[in-house]
């Protein structure tokens, strides 16, 4: 079992924004890969009121040591004022997958 790898789960408002936000991540190498799951309906309540929204959800694979810098990368570069970043560990997976994504992500301690 192996708890050195998460997935960040991240909605944004449009693609063009989860575009952006995905390239950042892969290009300063706080991820190793992120997929885009395209026309999510969020509902959620805001301000008191019930919202519906459509939404791009990001899922972020990375490195449990990078999960802090990359939730300080997104809060700096989301449009929303309290973006939805949610973290889980990655308990198994294939070897080489999980090689090669600790092979991309590179943290500075």
């Not at 992120?34 to 026309?39: D, F, G, K, R, T």
């Not at 989301?78 to 943290?107: F, K, M, R």
Request: aromatic share 4%; with cysteine.
């Amino acid at each position: 079992m192996s708890t050195s790898h998460s997935i960040l789960l991240c909605t944004c408002p449009d693609h063009d924004t989860a575009v952006r936000l995905a390239e950042t991540l892969v290009n300063e190498s706080l991820a190793a890969c992120v997929n885009l799951i395209p026309n999510l309906t969020a509902i959620y309540r805001w301000e008191g009121q019930i919202q519906r929204d459509t939404e791009v959800l990001l899922l972020i694979k990375t490195v449990a040591a990078a999960v802090a810098p990359l939730t300080a990368r997104l809060q700096q570069l989301h449009p929303y004022q309290v973006p939805e970043i949610i973290a889980l560990p990655i308990v198994a997976g294939s070897d080489q997958y999980l090689q090669w994504l600790s092979q991309c992500v590179n943290v500075q301690q």
